[in-house]
Each structure stands twice: as C-alpha cells, then as structure tokens.
C-alpha cells in the first residue's frame, strides 16, 4: 500500500494529467478533471478519489480519479460481488488460500446447525454462530459433540459429519456491471477523454450506474463471453473476428468486457442482435500496435477507419 503522501502526490499527478487532457479534448470545457463516470467537473481535486482498475481486492492499481460518489457506489454496490466471483473462480481452479468460504449446514448425528465455515487443503474450520440457530438446536448439538466424544475432549475425537455447502450467490447484475466498469476505466486510463467521452459511451455510463437495468445485456466473459484467440494477456485489444462487430476487448484477470469505438452508437444493440440470449459467442483479437501513450487513439481510431473499408483484411491472430 502507498504512503499518504505518495498516494496525494499520485493523486495530484494524475489531476494535472486529466486537467491537460480534457482541455485537449474539450477545448471550450471548465478548467479541471471530469469524472469519467459521472462526467462531473471538478476545479481542484480534493472530492476527487484514487480509483483502482481492477479494484485493489483483485490486486489492480491506481489509474485514474473518481468523484467520491461514483467510487463509493463501485466499493459498496459492485465490487464486492466482483470480489466473490473472483474467490469462487480461484476456489474452482485451486488458486485461492482457502477452497470454501461461507455459510453452511453441519448434519451431526441427525442434528442439522448452521455454521460458519473456512477450509483449505490441509484443515477446515467450523464458526458456530449462536445467533444462527435456536437455543435448542445449539443445545442438542453440543449434547452430541459431548456424547461423541465420551467426556474426553472432542477436538481429540475422530468425528464424523456431513457438511451441505452453500456458497455466497452472486448477483450476475451486480457482476455484470462490475467488470463493464473495470474495463471502461482502464480503456480511460489508455485512451483518454477523446474517447470515452463520445457519444457510444452514454450507455455503457448508464449501465454502470443502473446495474439492476438490462440496458446493455450481454456484455462481459465474467460468465458468458468466451473469446478465443491470444487474448489471454491482460490489457487492450482489437476486436477482429466477427468482422463487422469492430470494438475494443479489454481484459483483467480472467474477466473481460467488449467496449465499441467511437462514433458506433448502435454497438451494443447490433452485438445483442447477432448473439442473443446468454450464449457464449466466440472472438478472435489483435493486439494494438501503438508504441507511445501519444499514438493511443490514433491507433484506434485508424482501425476503426479501415474496418469501415470493405477491402481491408486484418491479419489473423496467430
């Protein structure tokens, strides 16, 4: 983690650096930093907040401003069903510390209670709230961990138990719009204000604040996209396959979200139509071929300029 004064000192470079590019962007706009989220600006940085991309919980870095408004609403409502499905994903692979972790049900000797519960590879460990189960349950389970362990000590015991997991569900709305956010701010990040301030975006902004609205659909592999091709690297990618579905493919992690390019207001509607329902359509990505942070979106927007022309042909992806 930071220091304080390293974070301030962080947060006043990146102040100066939105405060140059919007003016570059926006030439008539108020002198300041606009939210990228809420699109609200902001003369002096001080409501201003650093805004992790991926969120710190999933190890990203600090990479542009929020308002403290938008980044509370992310850490409170978003996030955190981003974070469980990042631990239930590490869970299935056999990455996390931990294999489960939540609420279960511990069947002893046909007394069924409600536990709290951690394990791992080598022990599991059983949390027996009080507050969870009646006063009779609690008391006939501990009657039978004392009948089990015949006065002696029961952590000494060989004990028996059937465990019924039941891992945290997560809301797929909440999720959904985690990643999208995830990734417009790290295309903001890259790109700048010439970018996410066009017109295509306008959806993707009210999707992030409106997460429990179907505005977009599908959208993310946080579940249903599945893209193929050498997109397993984090970061920035051309879209090349479908063809005429050009955008932006933005990857952390295992999670991703297609975003459009500028000036395609029917973006999403066009993907909705071409895949509909909850499938898992396939893409094929080219990575961009900019060399400095200046040559950033003149790189997009000259491919977005040849995949207007119908005798262009991408290279494919190796």
Same mark, same amino acid.
């Given at each position: 983690m930071r220091s304080v004064s390293t974070r301030q000192k962080l947060k006043q470079s990146l102040f100066k650096q939105g405060r140059a590019a919007l003016a570059a962007a926006r030439p008539g706009a108020a002198a300041g930093y606009r939210c990228p989220l809420c699109l609200v600006d902001f003369p002096t940085p001080e409501a201003l907040t650093l805004e992790h991309a991926p969120p710190e919980s999933l190890g990203g870095r600090e990479r542009c401003l929020t308002c403290g408004p938008c980044n509370r609403f992310g850490g409170r409502k978003l996030?955190?069903?981003?974070?469980?499905? %990042?631990? %239930?994903?590490?869970?299935?692979?056999? $990455? +996390?510390?931990? /294999? &489960?972790r939540g609420t279960t049900r511990l069947r002893l000797a046909g007394c069924l209670i409600n536990v709290r519960m951690i394990a791992d590879k080598e022990q599991s460990t059983f949390i027996i709230p009080y507050e969870m189960n009646r006063p009779d349950v609690h008391e006939a389970f501990k009657d039978q961990l004392l009948a089990l362990a015949g006065g002696g000590n029961v952590i000494d015991q060989n004990v028996q138990a059937t465990i019924d997991l039941k891992t945290p569900e997560i809301p797929r709305d909440l999720e959904r719009s985690a990643i999208l956010k995830t990734a417009y701010l790290i295309a903001f990040s890259e790109l700048g204000y010439s970018y996410v301030l066009d017109r295509a975006f306008d959806i993707v902004r009210r999707q992030i604040a409106h997460p429990e609205e179907p505005l977009i659909g599908m959208f993310g592999n @946080? @579940?249903? $996209?599945? +893209?193929? @091709?050498?997109?397993?690297?984090?970061? $920035?990618?051309?879209?090349?396959?479908?063809?005429?579905?050009?955008g932006i493919y933005v990857r952390f992690g295992h999670f991703g979200a297609v975003l459009p390019l500028p000036g395609h207001l029917t973006f999403y509607s066009e993907w909705r139509d071409r895949f509909p329902g909850e499938g898992?359509?396939?893409?094929?990505? +080219?990575?961009?071929?900019?060399?400095?942070?200046? %040559?950033?979106?003149?790189? &997009?927007?000259?491919?977005?300029? /040849?995949?207007?022309?119908r005798n262009f042909r991408w290279p494919r992806p190796r």
């Open positions: 996030e955190p069903a981003l974070a469980e499905a %990042q631990r %239930q994903y590490d869970s299935d692979k056999g $990455l +996390a510390p931990y /294999h &489960v @946080g @579940g249903p $996209l599945n +893209a193929t @091709g050498p997109i397993a690297e984090e970061g $920035l990618w051309f879209i090349t396959e479908p063809r005429d579905l050009p898992k359509p396939r893409i094929r990505a +080219a990575p961009p071929s900019w060399e400095r942070p200046s %040559q950033r979106l003149a790189c &997009v927007m000259d491919y977005w300029s /040849h995949r207007r022309r």
